[in-house]
């Protein structure tokens, strides 16, 4: 198994004000964490800047000239009351969906078995037409797009397991029966959509998740209802929005997830892609705020991508 790594050097210089959960320091967390032996047979590449044009693939035609008018030109500026934009905030996000764009160029050229972007800010927030939740674009809705644009993919399944309901992509693709969209998330949580009522024209499948639960209910989630949906959906690609701040550490949420919880859902997310679409898989990071509790997550994760079992993650 091939797995790639994307990483992006500008990654800091997305200022976010001091004490802001969604900081540089969560990029600094995971390098750490994947530069353990472990994960020595990673393929790694920086992540290129791509033209954030391409955000129009799933954004109103006004939505990139309305961040570029709120961008300031020093200091940071507020875009609501949780997300903010500094000066360059919009080439971390252009190189971010660089790096998103190149492992899906790795993957579907088989260059790659699958690949994790470990990439900032986060994007599934982003609506049609408004940034937040920290996020400015939506890159995971991009990479989807660009995939059936560029590759000719009929079938993307897009599966988001942040604690967070992501409504962007949800808002994005509620009407495109061409792509699933399934999350499991806490709920009541930010930012209050994720029903199972939630249906789309039959391509959503939301799993609400109690405060105070954990793995087992995880697992019952899944094997329950997300992933036969997945199965019944067949896709070509599967995108992973990969959030990690279901972890029993995280501050901003109340799920009780362990880091073998993540390894668990990762295998389960790559037996249905080897069925379906020879394991492609491209997963990108979003949320995940408690450093620590990010990078077990992301290990976990990642260490599952590259050979279907965990092993040693303590060397």
């Given amino acids: ?44 590449r920086p992540a290129p800047s791509s033209d954030l044009a391409l955000a129009e693939l799933v954004h109103d035609s006004g939505y990139l000239a309305r961040l570029r008018d709120a961008r300031p030109a020093e200091g940071i500026g507020q875009l609501d009351e949780d997300t903010f934009i500094s000066a360059e905030s919009l080439d971390v996000a252009g190189t971010g969906l660089g790096g998103a764009l190149a492992a899906l160029d790795a993957v579907l050229l088989g260059e790659a078995d699958n690949a994790f972007c470990a990439i900032r800010p986060p994007g599934h927030h982003a609506e049609i037409a408004r ?10 809705a991009i990479v989807a797009r660009e995939a059936q644009r560029k590759y000719g ?51 959503i499948c939301n799993v609400p998740l109690a405060p105070g639960s954990g793995g087992e209910a995880m697992r019952e989630a899944y094997l329950g209802t ?25 501050p901003l949420a109340q799920l009780q997830w362990e880091g073998s919880d993540f390894s668990w859902l990762t295998g389960k997310l790559m037996d249905v892609a080897d069925r379906a679409c020879g394991n492609r898989i491209v997963s990108l990071l979003e949320g995940g705020y408690d450093l620590k509790g990010l990078a077990q997550g992301v290990s976990h994760h990642v260490a599952m991508l590259m050979d279907g079992a965990v092993g040693r993650l303590d060397d």
């Fill in 153 to 203: 993919a009929e079938r993307i399944a897009i599966v988001d397991f942040d604690v967070h309901h992501g409504n962007g992509t949800e808002d994005i693709f509620k009407a495109d029966p061409t792509v699933f969209y399934a999350s499991s998330h806490q709920m009541p949580l930010y930012p209050g959509t994720g029903s199972p009522r939630e249906r789309g024209v039959g391509n």
């Fill in 131 to 140: 940034p937040m939740g920290f996020c400015l674009i939506n890159t995971v």
């Fill in 226 to 250: 997300i992933l036969p949906a997945l199965v019944d959906f067949a896709p070509d690609l599967l995108l992973i929005s990969a959030g990690f701040d279901a972890h029993q550490r995280d």
């Fill in 1 to 44: 198994m091939t797995t790639l790594l994307v990483s992006q050097q500008n990654f800091a210089d997305h200022r976010t004000p001091d004490g802001h959960p969604e900081r540089a320091d969560r990029i600094r967390a995971v390098e750490d964490a994947l530069s353990r032996p472990r994960f020595d047979r990673l393929v790694r």
